[in-house]
């Protein structure tokens, strides 16, 4: 950064985005479409490879190697976004009085605006016995490329948690060759999102069409490693798994340690609100690090709505542009038994509403009505699966 | 992605005969010498980076359609604990080779994650680095030939140990080779979950075995790694080449593994190879490594006159019969690159006829 003219210095001191996840590059796309002029700096630990990260759990079926997930490598990206993009740095310290952040070396780099886009990363559960050597996890591509290495002579794999990756995971590897056993605390599978008729389907089906053994209602007590990648679970409801290894997924913890320490209110995520403005009105959030207006969920979709509001608010030098979140689908990516849905929401505390479910041959629908019979989520499998348009249509004119 | 050599291993039309060399990266490359002046071979293969950039070598120099992860066959020997090391002299040894049935029972098929990693992270390694421009090689020794070294503890001349045991003990034998199988289908497949596009095995001494005894001792197995391969999501995509150094005369039986590709030495025909196993496999191959020694003359017209021989040329990848040898000069390899290129390719029309020949 020049010095020489500090009279110019706030005109070019840049927007600094922390992290090159999708939330960092999807915002600074949005952002640089807006505001061609402002410089822009990305500071990211790894390699700033622009990649798409829902590919992770299914890049083994479609024959796709670790490196043909990235779209863009980080060199490609700065010149796209007229950015400078500092790759394996790691930020160490935000300083809000000063307008800086401190990274690796001591070094710093003063911002206009800072947005954090610094994600979330694997919780990691603590069970005795020998969990380090079971255990893998995967949230990001470099963990991806270890996870195709760390499979390798493998045969069975136990997975951890039943949510939207550990479900899709447990379908790909199944469908590639592997035995899988999934071990959940829950009842059923995606028991956060769709109801227990539903839930309950899903797992009859990929149990029966990918031969996957489910172990709802567990949890793991104990790892013992009887040899190298041989490893004896021992679950709540005192049974044994004998697995190669375990893959855990049994959610995220939003990466707030560099908020928390700069002082900013933070929550589940760092707290921001409607138009993503933290504590700090000079520093953003969005993505798995930020709790949007009480809400904090580690889905794609809301990345984009946040990214428009984010950036209007930044080119507009205001915070007026509101959050509004449309209904949206979710799509699990098992494509031998495929499901979409759309989570309810009511507007008001008193609205109720109840599931109604036709179920045909192993296909479901189950529409969520409102007393006034309108329809407020869903979730369709199987056949149904490409209803979800309809639906979604129906409960965006409505 | 190039993927000329993907194209011809599984009998596609291309625009022009691929090219790699076995032992393309090492020792008559000045750049791999001064590398190896400063850190010894073991150190190198067990060392991602380094074999990345060892591997990379050739690519600098040269125009070649593929990368081969820079290791040793005889890693999973290693990692079974019998200690590899390596002398000027005799190349390759064991400080504890096989003696006995007890010595074989004790062994067990090795961790590909915590024992063999590093070749894993070699592959990937040299797959980021490559950017997707080529695709790269993976491989292994196969089984009979790594058994050789595990019961002869260093290269052999008459092969008496193993033969021995063969002709007196051949139980053992084969307990021997099914665990040797079992840890090559892990480690081909661990190498292809970490980005390897294509995987060869070598089967550097098949050939000091008479029919028989290579199609039970040798072949067989190599066939249960190929069916294995072809069975899993994971690799059933991935072309395999088998390479058998003197088994010209067994071209047929090998192409009836089902495998993708043949290597052959250069004491065999490639025009008469053709003939033998027709379109059922691809080749690779052949030019004698010491044809590089030749004046650059004499080198283009011994490729032109391979061509010739080969006719069609769908199906074929370029190579020599055997690994690159240490005092060739670089230049001719340079010479040899661009005759290839200018002999190999191929016209419109006879893409156009490949291409209806690979549909009926």
Redesign the interface.
């Given at each position: 950064m020049s010095n020489n003219k500090p009279e110019n210095m706030s005109e070019r001191t840049p927007l600094v985005i922390i992290g090159s996840g999708l939330a960092g590059y999807i915002f600074a796309k949005a952002w640089r479409r807006a505001d061609p002029y402002t410089p822009l700096t990305i500071v990211t630990k790894d390699d700033g490879a622009f990649y798409s990260k829902p590919m992770l759990s299914v890049a083994?079926?479609q024959?796709k190697?670790?490196?043909?997930l990235v779209i863009a490598?980080a060199a490609t990206m700065a010149d796209e976004l007229s950015a400078t993009i500092l790759t394996q740095t790691n930020v160490t310290a935000i300083n809000r009085k000063q307008h800086t952040i401190q990274y690796d070396n001591g070094q710093t780099l003063s911002y206009k605006k800072l947005v954090l886009a610094c994600g979330a990363k694997p919780y990691q559960i603590e069970i005795a016995g020998d969990t380090q050597q079971a255990m893998c996890s995967v949230n990001n591509l470099g963990d991806y490329?270890q996870f195709?290495?760390?499979?390798?002579?493998k045969k069975h794999i136990a997975i951890l948690g039943s949510g939207l990756a550990g479900t899709e995971f447990a379908h790909e590897l199944s469908?590639?060759?592997f035995q899988v056993s999934v071990v959940s605390l829950d009842p059923h599978p995606l028991s956060r999102f769709i109801p227990a008729k539903s839930g309950q389907l899903l797992q009859q089906q990929l149990h029966s069409l990918c031969g996957i053994d489910w172990r709802m209602n567990v949890t793991l007590k104990g790892i013992e490693a009887q040899k190298?990648?041989d490893f004896q679970l021992l679950l709540s409801d005192q049974s044994n798994l004998r697995v190669d290894g375990v893959l855990s997924a049994v959610g995220l913890r939003a990466n707030t340690r560099l908020a928390e320490q700069a002082g900013l209110k933070t929550n589940k995520g760092v707290i921001v609100d409607k138009g993503l403005m933290s504590s700090d009105p000079d520093i953003y959030a969005l993505g798995d690090c930020a709790e949007v207006d009480g809400d904090w969920c580690c889905f794609i979709a809301p990345i984009h709505y946040c990214s428009e509001v984010l950036a209007k608010n930044l080119v507009a030098g205001n915070n007026l542009e509101r959050l509004h979140y449309p209904a949206m689908v979710i799509m699990l990516k098992t494509a031998t038994y495929p499901l979409s849905f759309c989570i309810p929401s009511l507007s008001q505390e008193q609205e109720e509403g109840e599931w109604q479910i036709t179920q045909q041959s192993g296909n479901q629908r189950a529409e969520y009505r409102d007393i006034n019979h309108k329809l407020r989520g869903f979730v369709v499998t199987g056949t149904y699966a490409k209803e979800h348009m309809t639906l979604l249509n129906e409960i965006t004119s409505s | 992605m190039n993927d000329r050599l993907i194209k011809a291993l599984t009998g596609q039309p291309v625009d022009c005969v691929p090219m790699w060399l076995m032992r393309q990266a090492g020792r008559y490359l000045p750049e791999y010498r001064a590398i190896r002046a400063k850190i010894d071979f073991n150190t190198l293969i067990k060392t991602p980076s380094l074999c990345c950039e060892v591997a990379l070598q050739p690519l600098a120099r040269f125009d070649l359609d593929a990368a081969i992860v820079f290791s040793d066959i005889l890693t999973i020997p290693d990692a079974m604990g019998l200690g590899l090391y390596f002398t000027a002299g005799e190349g390759p040894c064991f400080e504890r080779p096989i003696q006995n049935a007890a010595d074989i029972a004790a062994l067990g098929?090795p961790?590909?994650?915590?024992?063999l990693?590093y070749v894993?992270?070699a592959v990937?390694t040299l797959?980021?680095a490559l950017?997707?421009r080529i695709p790269v090689i993976g491989f292994s020794g196969s089984p009979w030939t790594l058994a050789t070294y595990m019961v002869e503890g260093k290269s052999s001349r008459h092969f008496e140990r193993i033969k021995s045991l063969l002709f007196n003990e051949p139980a053992t034998l084969h307990r021997l080779l099914e665990l040797l199988t079992e840890s090559v289908k892990?480690?081909l497949?661990?190498q292809i979950?970490?980005?390897a596009k294509v995987v060869m095995l070598f089967d550097s001494w098949g050939g000091v075995l008479d029919t028989d005894n290579y199609r039970s001792c040798s072949l067989a197995y190599m066939r249960d790694i190929v069916h294995d391969l072809k069975?899993?999501?994971?690799s059933q995509?991935v072309p395999i080449i088998l390479f058998t150094k003197g088994g010209g005369g067994w071209l047929t039986d090998i192409a009836d593994t089902n495998c993708h590709a043949i290597g052959v030495d250069w004491t065999v025909n490639l025009g008469t190879a053709r003939q033998q196993i027709g379109h059922a496999a691809a080749l690779q191959g052949n030019l004698d490594p010491v044809a590089l020694y030749a004046k650059p003359a004499t080198i283009k017209q011994l490729v032109k006159q391979m061509f010739e021989s080969l006719g069609d040329k769908t199906g074929y990848v370029f190579n020599l019969g055997h690994g690159i040898l240490p005092a060739t000069p670089p230049e001719h390899v340079s010479v040899l690159v661009e005759a290839v290129k200018r002999y190999g390719q191929v016209t419109q029309t006879a893409r156009e006829t490949g291409h209806v020949k690979q549909q009926t």
């Amino acid at each position: 950064m020049s010095n020489n003219k500090p009279e110019n210095m706030s005109e070019r001191t840049p927007l600094v985005i922390i992290g090159s996840g999708l939330a960092g590059y999807i915002f600074a796309k949005a952002w640089r479409r807006a505001d061609p002029y402002t410089p822009l700096t990305i500071v990211t630990k790894d390699d700033g490879a622009f990649y798409s990260k829902p590919m992770l759990s299914v890049a083994m079926l479609q024959n796709k190697t670790p490196d043909e997930l990235v779209i863009a490598d980080a060199a490609t990206m700065a010149d796209e976004l007229s950015a400078t993009i500092l790759t394996q740095t790691n930020v160490t310290a935000i300083n809000r009085k000063q307008h800086t952040i401190q990274y690796d070396n001591g070094q710093t780099l003063s911002y206009k605006k800072l947005v954090l886009a610094c994600g979330a990363k694997p919780y990691q559960i603590e069970i005795a016995g020998d969990t380090q050597q079971a255990m893998c996890s995967v949230n990001n591509l470099g963990d991806y490329r270890q996870f195709r290495i760390w499979l390798s002579g493998k045969k069975h794999i136990a997975i951890l948690g039943s949510g939207l990756a550990g479900t899709e995971f447990a379908h790909e590897l199944s469908k590639a060759g592997f035995q899988v056993s999934v071990v959940s605390l829950d009842p059923h599978p995606l028991s956060r999102f769709i109801p227990a008729k539903s839930g309950q389907l899903l797992q009859q089906q990929l149990h029966s069409l990918c031969g996957i053994d489910w172990r709802m209602n567990v949890t793991l007590k104990g790892i013992e490693a009887q040899k190298a990648g041989d490893f004896q679970l021992l679950l709540s409801d005192q049974s044994n798994l004998r697995v190669d290894g375990v893959l855990s997924a049994v959610g995220l913890r939003a990466n707030t340690r560099l908020a928390e320490q700069a002082g900013l209110k933070t929550n589940k995520g760092v707290i921001v609100d409607k138009g993503l403005m933290s504590s700090d009105p000079d520093i953003y959030a969005l993505g798995d690090c930020a709790e949007v207006d009480g809400d904090w969920c580690c889905f794609i979709a809301p990345i984009h709505y946040c990214s428009e509001v984010l950036a209007k608010n930044l080119v507009a030098g205001n915070n007026l542009e509101r959050l509004h979140y449309p209904a949206m689908v979710i799509m699990l990516k098992t494509a031998t038994y495929p499901l979409s849905f759309c989570i309810p929401s009511l507007s008001q505390e008193q609205e109720e509403g109840e599931w109604q479910i036709t179920q045909q041959s192993g296909n479901q629908r189950a529409e969520y009505r409102d007393i006034n019979h309108k329809l407020r989520g869903f979730v369709v499998t199987g056949t149904y699966a490409k209803e979800h348009m309809t639906l979604l249509n129906e409960i965006t004119s409505s | 992605m190039n993927d000329r050599l993907i194209k011809a291993l599984t009998g596609q039309p291309v625009d022009c005969v691929p090219m790699w060399l076995m032992r393309q990266a090492g020792r008559y490359l000045p750049e791999y010498r001064a590398i190896r002046a400063k850190i010894d071979f073991n150190t190198l293969i067990k060392t991602p980076s380094l074999c990345c950039e060892v591997a990379l070598q050739p690519l600098a120099r040269f125009d070649l359609d593929a990368a081969i992860v820079f290791s040793d066959i005889l890693t999973i020997p290693d990692a079974m604990g019998l200690g590899l090391y390596f002398t000027a002299g005799e190349g390759p040894c064991f400080e504890r080779p096989i003696q006995n049935a007890a010595d074989i029972a004790a062994l067990g098929v090795p961790d590909m994650y915590t024992d063999l990693g590093y070749v894993s992270e070699a592959v990937a390694t040299l797959v980021a680095a490559l950017k997707g421009r080529i695709p790269v090689i993976g491989f292994s020794g196969s089984p009979w030939t790594l058994a050789t070294y595990m019961v002869e503890g260093k290269s052999s001349r008459h092969f008496e140990r193993i033969k021995s045991l063969l002709f007196n003990e051949p139980a053992t034998l084969h307990r021997l080779l099914e665990l040797l199988t079992e840890s090559v289908k892990q480690y081909l497949q661990a190498q292809i979950n970490a980005g390897a596009k294509v995987v060869m095995l070598f089967d550097s001494w098949g050939g000091v075995l008479d029919t028989d005894n290579y199609r039970s001792c040798s072949l067989a197995y190599m066939r249960d790694i190929v069916h294995d391969l072809k069975q899993s999501v994971l690799s059933q995509h991935v072309p395999i080449i088998l390479f058998t150094k003197g088994g010209g005369g067994w071209l047929t039986d090998i192409a009836d593994t089902n495998c993708h590709a043949i290597g052959v030495d250069w004491t065999v025909n490639l025009g008469t190879a053709r003939q033998q196993i027709g379109h059922a496999a691809a080749l690779q191959g052949n030019l004698d490594p010491v044809a590089l020694y030749a004046k650059p003359a004499t080198i283009k017209q011994l490729v032109k006159q391979m061509f010739e021989s080969l006719g069609d040329k769908t199906g074929y990848v370029f190579n020599l019969g055997h690994g690159i040898l240490p005092a060739t000069p670089p230049e001719h390899v340079s010479v040899l690159v661009e005759a290839v290129k200018r002999y190999g390719q191929v016209t419109q029309t006879a893409r156009e006829t490949g291409h209806v020949k690979q549909q009926t």
